[in-house]
Each structure stands twice: as structure tokens, then as C-alpha cells.
């Protein structure tokens, strides 16, 4: 109804309200600060993952492969059998189930694709550096020394590259169709490969790696270690390492029905199943310690279980028994654990009157490993009695100058993830010392978790100052109510127990998109900006502007500093600074 009375009167709020500056009542403003997600701060090689699915929640896979391959060239193999130390600090651990982020990362080595177009890096270096051993950490510095510019040569004494990866991991774990693909990347970038050359007796070092301005030594450790009994030598008893080798190489290994393995690592685990599937009827494994000392992964002792080998906890070898020149049994020993040594762990001695013996055909011994690499006295370098190289284990040089070493001749843990970031750390430690640099400065690392925690985007893309690692996203501070429960998804057994046993095709499936699709979703992506405009909606002053697609802006004279933006933020990206 018009009336003339009211035709002049107006709302106040047509009036701008930009005149009441209310961002002067606080000395408080929000900050955008992404965080370190707690996996890539658990992750020895320091792999982006909350980026990398924020990316795959878009659907963009190939650009979250990128992302992954930014720092580890073998995500495939890494998405297979790493141990995953990232799933054991994720946030989502503590709200229902950690993400699946081992599954996560062979998806997107298996499905995303790699556009080599892009990645191949110009040779703008006239430095050339040699990289002894083809394994996961020779592998991963001559990735990154080739992306920085060098050219890189690697120097492999066994027929194919890949060293334990190739020799040491049988098939049902890591397909050799999967480890050749990721090596072909490498090549691609320019990478040369030679195999077949020995670096000792048959090629001296300083004779290799004479034309090379610097040395990145990574030859594993392929030797293993003896248990000090008698008769280790007698037919039926084997080692472990070189076990594993004869299988990959293709020979045909006979083990009696009756199989001992003595170890409780990887190894140990790894040649038992390949035991039971050559001909070993009764498979067990002796170890001399706990449950909670045993190296290997709780997840493949209960697979070694399913498929029917038994463990045999706090038990040691005590002799060899023969008959007629053939091994018949194996006298063991029941232990006890008693006070911890200087690495914290309880020394196992045996209980007085507890020998028993089990009959075998075949005894593995997978123990531990020593390295070969006696070639560096031509250094004059000492090695330990285990072979390891001396390194300073935060640049991986050695006292040679020019000589860096890295993986397990170096000491480092004997895992693929563990390699896998010396490699990355002794590539960016020969780059400061080929310009000059003093490396402490350029690069950033500390202790955390299962190892050193560590990126170096500014030398790898266009990122710019390395991250600061001390701000990793705390899941206190992260607004959870936006995030639903749901079930992890787990990938699954490729075949049933009674087929498993029997066969060396890959035991476990990788992901289908729809899992794969829950498990990304499932992810907080802690500490990285989603976009997701919540701070941008609960600003009761209207303070929060949107800049693009790409982020946010602050209208810092209308902001009270109430942090409700801060409050609201699922992913912890928002703090209160002072202004």
C-alpha cells in the first residue's frame, strides 16, 4: 500500500557501514599459515600428502602424483612396501581410523600418469656425479641430482638395476613390472644406468669415479651376517639375502618340507613366505626376543600367520644337528629378556635347562646384513664390522671430500622409505658442496618421529623459502565437527590363503576408484587450505574477502580479531597474530 507519509523514509542499511572501522578495538588479526601435516612430518622423505589429496579431491590425480614425485621417485614401489610411518601419526587416527595413505600412494602410481614432457629438467650443471648402487637410495639421488641440473651416472655390479628392490624383494610384494616402470622414469630424465660393473677388485673406485666431481655411495647391504654355530656351511642351510636373490634371479630352489628361519625382520618374514611357496610344508620362524622388539611390521606377522607359518618368540639356535653329513634338526634355546642395551633394547639370555630341538630340512638365516664395501680403504676410509661407511648423518658426507654415502652401507635404518631419504639428503648435500654452500644453512632438518623429517622445495620447484617444519598441524586445534566418521578402506588379499601360499603373483590388490575416492575424502588434509570458505561465511564483520580462486584476503580496519575464523577452520590454516 503506498502512502505519502511514508514514501521518505529509508532503511538504515543503505547507508555504508565501512565508516565504523572495528578493526581498531583488537591488536589481534588472522593469519593464513599452512602447517605441516603430521604424515609428511612422520614421513622420512617428507612427501606432501595432505597437498597431494587435496589435489586428488578434485580429481586431479596426475597433478597429486606430481606433488608425490616432487620427493620420492618410486611411489609405486613405496605404495607397496613402505612401513608407513605416516599412517601411525595421522590425525585421523585419533577420530576413527588413520587414511589409508600407503593405499593412497599406489593408487596414484598405478592410475595417475606421468608427463616426462614436463618434468625433464634441463642439464645446466658441467658438474657430473657418480652414484654407486642402484638400490632406493642411489635411485633417489640420482633423481634429484639430475632434476637440479647434474648429469648423473649410476653404477650397478648386478645384471638389472633396482639393487634390494630387484634382488631382495620377492615378486608377491613388489612386481618386478612395477620397479622397471619407475626406473624407466628416472632414465628418462637422464639418468644413465650401467650395470654389470663391480666397483673393487674388477674396477677400482678412484678409477670409476675419476671423470666425476663428486660420489654418492649407496650399495646396500647384500651380505649376511653367520650365527657362529657349527655346520653353517653344511648342505640345507642357507642365507637369507642370498636366498631371496636366487628367487628373484629365477633359479630353481629346493627346500626340504621342513624350513627354519632364524631372524625377525624383514628378511626373516620375507623368506619364510617364499619358503612356504617352494616347496616348504611347515614353515617357522625363530626369533630371540618379544613381540614388541620384532623389526617386522605387525601386519605381515599376522599375513605370515594366515598363510600358516608358525613364530616361535624368545627362542634362539643353539646348534645344528647332522646325520650322515645331512642336516636333521635344529637344538633351540627358550629366553628371557633382561636389562636393555645401549640402543634400549632388552638383552635376551637363555633359561637354564630349556633346550629342545626341532627337526628341519632346511635352516634360513636372515639375521642381519653386513655391507661390502671394502673399495673405500682405497679412501682410506675404516669401516665398522658390519661394513657401514662413516658418514656425518645430517649431509651424508663422509670424511672423503667430494664422497657422500647414504641407505643402509651408511647405516641408516634398513627400511625403503629410510633409503629413499638419504638419497634425497645426499643429493641436496653434493649440490651445496658443487656451489659452495655451507649446507646446515640451506637446508632444514630435525629428529621426528621414525627419522629426519626434511624438505627442500626452494631447490626443487617454484615454492620458494623451505618450509618452517616446527609448525605441523595439532588436531586440538582443528575444527572436527565438519568431518564425518567413516570406515577405512584396506586393501585386499589378491588371492585366498590356500592359493596365496602357493603362488608369487602380488598378494595384495591395490585400491578401486570408489575406495580410493572414500579414502580421499576421508582425509583432513591437515594444515593445508582447502578453500573451503567457512571463514569466509562465519565472519560476522564481513572482514574475509575472497582473492580468485586462489585464496583469501582481510579487510584488516573491519576486523575485531573474535577469531571465529580460527575457531571454524577444519585444517588449522588460520592463526591470530599480532597485527
Known amino acids: 500500500m503506498n502512502h505519502p507519509d511514508l514514501e521518505h523514509i529509508v532503511p538504515v542499511s543503505q547507508i555504508s557501514t565501512e565508516i565504523f572501522k572495528t578493526g581498531l578495538w583488537s591488536p589481534h588479526k588472522p593469519t593464513y599459515i599452512e602447517k605441516i601435516s603430521p604424515c609428511r612430518s612422520a614421513c622420512p622423505i617428507g612427501i606432501d600428502m595432505a597437498r597431494a589429496f587435496a589435489q586428488a579431491s578434485k580429481g586431479n590425480l596426475d597433478g597429486a602424483l606430481q606433488i608425490v614425485r616432487r620427493d620420492n621417485p618410486l611411489p609405486g614401489v613405496c605404495g607397496r612396501v613402505c612401513y608407513h610411518p605416516c599412517e601411525w601419526n595421522c590425525n585421523r587416527k585419533h577420530f576413527d581410523e588413520a587414511v589409508n595413505i600407503r593405499g593412497f600412494e599406489r593408487y596414484l602410481a598405478d592410475h595417475g600418469q606421468v608427463h616426462l614432457e614436463e618434468e625433464t629438467p634441463p642439464q645446466n650443471k658441467k658438474e657430473r656425479i657418480a652414484v654407486i648402487g642402484s638400490g632406493p637410495a642411489g635411485l633417489s639421488a640420482a633423481y634429484q641430482l639430475v632434476r637440479l641440473g647434474y648429469g648423473v651416472t649410476i653404477f650397478e655390479s648386478l645384471p638389472e638395476p633396482g639393487g634390494m628392490l630387484r634382488y631382495g624383494i620377492p615378486e608377491y610384494r613388489l612386481p618386478k613390472k612395477v620397479l622397471r616402470k619407475e626406473i624407466g622414469y628416472i632414465r628418462h630424465l637422464g639418468v644413465e644406468i650401467k650395470t654389470g660393473v663391480g666397483i673393487g677388485q674388477e674396477h677400482p673406485f678412484k678409477e670409476i669415479t675419476k671423470p666425476f666431481q663428486a660420489v654418492f655411495i649407496a650399495v646396500g647391504s647384500h651380505g649376511g651376517q653367520k650365527l657362529g654355530l657349527e655346520g653353517e656351511n653344511w648342505s640345507g642351510v642357507m642365507e637369507g639375502v642370498q636366498f631371496l636373490r636366487r628367487i628373484n634371479l629365477g633359479e630353481k630352489i629346493k627346500v626340504g618340507r621342513r624350513v627354519v628361519v632364524i631372524g625377525g625382520g624383514n628378511t626373516a618374514i620375507d623368506c619364510a613366505r617364499a619358503a612356504r611357496r617352494v616347496g616348504g610344508n611347515q614353515v617357522s620362524i625363530l626369533y630371540r626376543r618379544s613381540w614388541s622388539e620384532m623389526p617386522a611390521l605387525p601386519e605381515d606377522r599376522a599375513v605370515v600367520q594366515k598363510e600358516g607359518i608358525q613364530i616361535e618368540i624368545l627362542t634362539a639356535p643353539k646348534q645344528l644337528i647332522s646325520e650322515k653329513g645331512r642336516l636333521v634338526g635344529i637344538e633351540c634355546l627358550r629366553m628371557e629378556l633382561g636389562e ?3 640402543q634400549g633394547r632388552p638383552q635376551p639370555f637363555p633359561k637354564d635347562g630349556s633346550e629342545f630341538t626341532i627337526p628341519v630340512d632346511t635352516v634360513i638365516i636372515a639375521i642381519g646384513q653386513n655391507s661390502e ?8 676410509m675404516e669401516v665398522n664390522r658390519k661394513g657401514m661407511i662413516p658418514i656425518d648423518p645430517e649431509s651424508t658426507a663422509t670424511p672423503t671430500a667430494g664422497v657422500f654415502a647414504g641407505g643402509d652401507c651408511a647405516g641408516n635404518r ?10 634425497k639428503l645426499g ?12 649446507f646446515k644453512q640451506e637446508f632444514r632438518c630435525r629428529q621426528i618421529g621414525a627419522g629426519p623429517s626434511f624438505s627442500f622445495l626452494a631447490d626443487l620447484g617454484p615454492e620458494g623459502e623451505p618450509i618452517d617444519l616446527k609448525k605441523v598441524a595439532a588436531l586440538d586445534k582443528m575444527n572436527l565437527l565438519v568431518f564425518p566418521y567413516r570406515t577405512r578402506r584396506n586393501n585386499s588379499f589378491s588371492f585366498r590363503v590356500e592359493e596365496g601360499r602357493k603362488s608369487f603373483g602380488e598378494s595384495t590388490k591395490g585400491l578401486t576408484r570408489s575406495e580410493m575416492d572414500s579414502e580421499i575424502s576421508r582425509c583432513f588434509k591437515c594444515g593445508t587450505c582447502t578453500r573451503c570458505d567457512l571463514c569466509f561465511l562465519i565472519c560476522p564483520d564481513l572482514s574475509i574477502t575472497k582473492v580468485g580462486e586462489s585464496g583469501y584476503g582481510l579487510k ?5 580479531g ?3 575464523c580460527v575457531s ?7 592463526d591470530l597474530e599480532d597485527a
Do not use: H, N
Open 562 to 564: 573474535c577469531g571465529m
Open 568 to 574: 571454524a577452520c577444519p585444517r588449522q590454516v588460520i
Open 340 to 342: 636393555a642395551d645401549q
Open 556 to 560: 584488516a580496519d573491519y576486523c575485531k
Open 414 to 423: 634398513a627400511f625403503v622409505a629410510d633409503a629413499v631419504a638419504s638419497g
Open 373 to 380: 664395501t671394502g673399495f673405500v680403504k682405497e679412501l682410506g
Open 427 to 438: 643429493a641436496l648435500a653434493i649440490s651445496c658442496y658443487l656451489q659452495g654452500k655451507e
